[in-house]
């Protein structure tokens, strides 16, 4: 069934054993210096001997003026050589290609981290970063062409397969090729023919300096859903213009910062929704295409190479929450794969905090040189209560260990509140997760007891080793007046299908759990409203989904009141403080979002009857499923 995706292919000479492809992603792994750490060469390592194809690695700064991040990988110096050979022969030993992506970040920098203006073709800010750049001068540019060729030798010396020059996601190629970004009237701008003169000396200058023997990719973006971009028809005329000048192959993404969240986008954008771009740049060459975004699935990598859209797939975060995914798909082991959520949350949210990435799925990525779940010393029984997703992690992790598992769950499913997460809009791909997680124990056999609390007495009958208490939480009712109406509601109950709402809604509380609920609601026929006391909407929410979601809520005409505290709820409706009046808002079911709290008396009753009680998730502090499912698997590893 996946005969195409893992048949042979050639780009250039380098022949890769199959058509998977882990992308370039910014996983924040390196030293400051740029050169590579046992953590970054240990991630990499890890897909390698999971079965992919094709590794290619993060953006390898060609300048340290041209840094997007500070602890990205780097080959513009011969001291740095040393250690990503360690990376390209750890990776090799699996058996799998690794290419290096060479880029210059231009204008998608800042001056606080390179230590002076960013570079770029025109004098234009970009509309993300919003500093203003520096100009380059032709001598400039003639001089990072040379450090691009410079580059390509040092990853030749490291051991790379081959390189990938960076001409995709607004970067400093990306900015030349584009006349949103450039507006230069000498021989690097006006026409298409100029505006791609940079990019066909860089890959000339990296021809001579390594050879045609060395393969060359070029990542571009198809369509750069700014005003005056580039769109997938002038895309076109430059893929031929790049096949020309000497690339072996093209890679198809998407973007520039200033459509950010359409370059790693969150569920609300559909799967493959990019293949049919990859398809129009294969029509116009000869030479091998990848396409990439949004594909988690080997079943729809398969599907998408045997419509003929591309000769290769890229599947990116997927290889984050799951390393192994070409071995299990091989396998026929597709119930065993953990496919990516597209939370962003792990992957996207941790680097701009200027940390490693990581994955909520998959806390072991990005610890794969620190962490092991080895057997137990000394097997013993583990009693988990809570079957949310942190208690599930912890049973499915203490269980291959080798102890004796038994996981304990008050209400009728796993989940927790992670199941209530799925229900809204484009949310349903968390629902997998928890399959994945039940299939996991069952396996495993722990033994899983729904509608069971676990309780002190019962502990002490069981007599268990260690106990993981991930109680979890539970909602906040305030005390506003009229709140025990009988059309009143706490969100939990509405998005669990336990309540049904009437035709108008109000919706008290505008935080991540309260504008999902509405978005569930709008798109169910319900009229919404929206009040919250705070001065935002989803603010805590994650910033694409939050982009999208508040797209939609917008289309779908939510009323949203900020500022606006509610002061009771009676006959006539929700009755809140606006612009310091009182407004009433009409509606048949009010429903309450105002916040969760922890609920833990468990582990209080335990102290001094259990030698080990670990307690973890929101039980702790209410957080993110992240946060619940790290802690699970460190718990897993403890006990």
Same mark, same amino acid.
């Given at each position: 069934?996946?005969?195409?995706?893992?048949?042979?292919?050639?780009?250039?000479?380098?022949?890769?054993?199959?058509?998977?492809?882990?992308?370039?992603?910014?996983?924040? &792994?390196?030293?400051?210096?740029?050169?590579?750490?046992? *953590?970054?060469?240990?991630?990499?390592?890890?897909?390698?001997?999971?079965?992919?194809?094709?590794?290619?690695?993060?953006?390898?700064?060609?300048?340290?003026?041209?840094?997007?991040?500070?602890?990205?990988?780097?080959?513009?110096?011969?001291? @740095?050589?040393?250690?990503?050979?360690?990376?390209?022969? *750890?990776? =090799?030993?699996?058996?799998?290609?690794?290419?290096?992506?060479?880029?210059?970040?231009?204008? @998608?920098?800042?001056?606080?981290?390179?230590?002076?203006?960013?570079?770029?073709?025109?004098?234009?800010?970009?509309?993300?970063?919003?500093?203003?750049? =520096?100009?380059?001068?032709?001598?400039?540019?003639?001089?990072?062409?040379?450090?691009?060729?410079?580059?390509?030798?040092?990853?030749?010396?490291?051991?790379?397969?081959? +390189?990938?020059?960076?001409?995709? #996601?607004?970067?400093?190629?990306?900015?030349?090729?584009?006349?949103?970004?450039?507006?230069?009237?000498?021989?690097?701008?006006?026409?298409?023919?100029?505006?791609?003169?940079?990019?066909?000396? !860089?890959?000339?200058?990296?021809?001579? $300096?390594?050879?045609?023997?060395?393969?060359?990719?070029?990542?571009?973006?198809?369509?750069?859903?700014?005003?005056?971009?580039?769109?997938?028809?002038?895309?076109?005329? !430059?893929?031929?213009?790049?096949?020309?000048?000497?690339?072996?192959?093209?890679?198809?993404?998407?973007?520039?910062?200033?459509?950010?969240?359409? &370059?790693?986008?969150?569920?609300?954008?559909? #799967?493959?929704?990019?293949?049919?771009?990859?398809?129009?740049?294969?029509?116009?060459?000869?030479?091998?295409?990848?396409?990439?975004?949004? !594909?988690?699935?080997?079943?729809?990598?398969?599907?998408?190479?045997?419509?003929?859209?591309?000769?290769?797939?890229?599947?990116?975060?997927?290889?984050?929450?799951?390393?192994?995914?070409?071995?299990?798909? @091989?396998?026929?082991?597709?119930?065993?794969?953990?496919?990516?959520?597209?939370?962003?949350?792990?992957?996207?949210?941790?680097?701009?905090?200027?940390?490693?990435?990581?994955?909520?799925?998959?806390? &072991?990525?990005?610890?794969?040189?620190?962490?092991?779940?080895?057997?137990?010393?000394?097997?013993?029984?583990?009693?988990?209560?809570?079957?949310?997703?942190?208690?599930?992690?912890?049973?499915?992790?203490?269980?291959?260990?080798?102890?004796?598992? $038994?996981?304990?769950?008050?209400?009728?499913?796993?989940?927790?509140?992670?199941?209530?997460?799925?229900?809204?809009?484009?949310?349903?791909?968390?629902?997998?997760?928890?399959?994945? @997680?039940?299939?996991?124990?069952?396996?495993?056999?722990?033994?899983?007891?729904?509608?069971?609390?676990?309780?002190?007495?019962?502990?002490?009958?069981?007599?268990?080793?260690?106990?993981?208490?991930?109680?979890?939480?539970?909602?906040?009712?305030?005390?506003?007046?009229? !709140?025990?109406?009988?059309?009143?509601?706490?969100?939990?109950?509405?998005?669990?299908?336990?309540?049904?709402?009437?035709?108008?809604?109000? +919706?008290?509380?505008?935080?991540?759990?309260?504008?999902?609920?509405?978005?569930?609601?709008?798109?169910?026929?319900?009229?919404?409203?929206? +009040?919250?006391?705070?001065?935002?909407?989803?603010v805590d929410e994650e910033p694409a989904v939050r982009f999208h979601m508040m797209e939609d809520l917008a289309k779908k005409q939510v009323q949203m009141f900020v500022n606006a505290p +509610?002061?009771?709820?009676?006959?006539?409706?929700?009755?809140?403080?606006?612009?310091?009046? *009182?407004?009433?808002?009409?509606?048949?079911?009010?429903?309450?979002?105002?916040?969760?709290?922890?609920v833990n008396d468990l582990a209080a009753s335990l102290e001094g009857k259990v030698d080990r009680v670990i307690t973890i998730g929101d039980a702790v502090k209410v957080r $993110?499923?992240?946060?619940?499912?790290?802690?699970?698997?460190?718990?897993?590893?403890?006990?």
């Amino acid at each position: 069934m996946l005969k195409t995706i893992f048949s042979p292919i050639k780009i250039g000479n380098m022949e890769v054993k199959n058509r998977l492809v882990v992308p370039a992603m910014v996983m924040q &792994m390196c030293n400051l210096d740029s050169t590579a750490t046992e *953590r970054y060469i240990a991630f990499h390592e890890a897909k390698a001997r999971g079965g992919w194809g094709l590794i290619i690695t993060e953006n390898y700064a060609v300048d340290p003026l041209g840094k997007s991040f500070p602890f990205i990988p780097g080959l513009w110096d011969d001291s @740095q050589i040393e250690s990503h050979s360690h990376l390209t022969g *750890r990776v =090799h030993k699996h058996g799998a290609k690794i290419v290096a992506q060479i880029f210059h970040a231009g204008r @998608q920098t800042s001056s606080q981290l390179i230590g002076t203006a960013p570079l770029a073709p025109s004098p234009v800010p970009c509309a993300y970063v919003q500093e203003l750049p =520096h100009e380059l001068t032709r001598e400039e540019i003639h001089d990072i062409v040379e450090k691009f060729g410079d580059c390509a030798v040092r990853a030749k010396k490291a051991g790379f397969d081959g +390189v990938e020059v960076h001409g995709a #996601h607004g970067y400093l190629i990306a900015e030349f090729l584009s006349p949103y970004s450039n507006k230069r009237t000498d021989e690097y701008g006006g026409d298409v023919f100029g505006r791609t003169r940079f990019a066909r000396e !860089i890959i000339h200058n990296i021809k001579a $300096k390594v050879g045609d023997d060395f393969p060359m990719l070029f990542r571009i973006s198809a369509d750069e859903f700014v005003p005056g971009g580039r769109t997938v028809a002038d895309t076109a005329c !430059i893929a031929m213009l790049l096949e020309e000048a000497g690339v072996h192959a093209l890679h198809v993404s998407v973007s520039v910062y200033g459509s950010l969240f359409t &370059m790693a986008p969150p569920p609300a954008v559909p #799967h493959a929704w990019i293949t049919g771009m990859a398809e129009e740049i294969k029509k116009v060459v000869s030479i091998p295409v990848i396409t990439v975004n949004r !594909i988690t699935d080997p079943l729809l990598a398969e599907t998408t190479l045997v419509a003929g859209k591309a000769d290769l797939v890229a599947i990116g975060r997927g290889s984050i929450a799951d390393p192994d995914l070409p071995r299990k798909a @091989q396998a026929g082991q597709f119930d065993d794969i953990i496919y990516c959520i597209g939370c962003r949350q792990g992957c996207q949210g941790r680097i701009v905090q200027n940390t490693f990435g990581t994955c909520m799925l998959n806390p &072991m990525t990005g610890r794969e040189c620190e962490w092991k779940v080895e057997a137990a010393d000394k097997p013993g029984k583990v009693l988990v209560a809570g079957g949310g997703p942190g208690g599930a992690e912890a049973a499915i992790v203490a269980a291959r260990r080798g102890h004796k598992v $038994k996981l304990y769950e008050k209400s009728d499913r796993l989940g927790g509140q992670f199941w209530i997460a799925s229900i809204p809009p484009a949310k349903g791909d968390i629902a997998g997760f928890i399959a994945w @997680q039940r299939r996991q124990l069952e396996k495993l056999g722990v033994e899983v007891h729904l509608n069971s609390e676990l309780t002190s007495a019962l502990v002490e009958q069981e007599k268990p080793d260690a106990v993981i208490v991930a109680t979890g939480s539970k909602p906040v009712m305030p005390g506003i007046k009229g !709140i025990e109406r009988a059309n009143v509601a706490c969100a939990i109950d509405v998005l669990a299908g336990k309540v049904f709402v009437g035709p108008r809604v109000v +919706v008290i509380g505008g935080g991540q759990v309260g504008a999902e609920t509405a978005h569930h609601l709008c798109n169910h026929g319900k009229v919404v409203t929206i +009040v919250e006391a705070m001065d935002g909407i989803a603010v805590d929410e994650e910033p694409a989904v939050r982009f999208h979601m508040m797209e939609d809520l917008a289309k779908k005409q939510v009323q949203m009141f900020v500022n606006a505290p +509610v002061v009771e709820i009676n006959n006539e409706g929700v009755v809140a403080e606006v612009n310091g009046q *009182r407004q009433v808002f009409a509606t048949d079911s009010v429903v309450i979002a105002c916040g969760m709290e922890s609920v833990n008396d468990l582990a209080a009753s335990l102290e001094g009857k259990v030698d080990r009680v670990i307690t973890i998730g929101d039980a702790v502090k209410v957080r $993110k499923a992240m946060e619940a499912i790290e802690e699970g698997y460190k718990a897993g590893m403890e006990v």
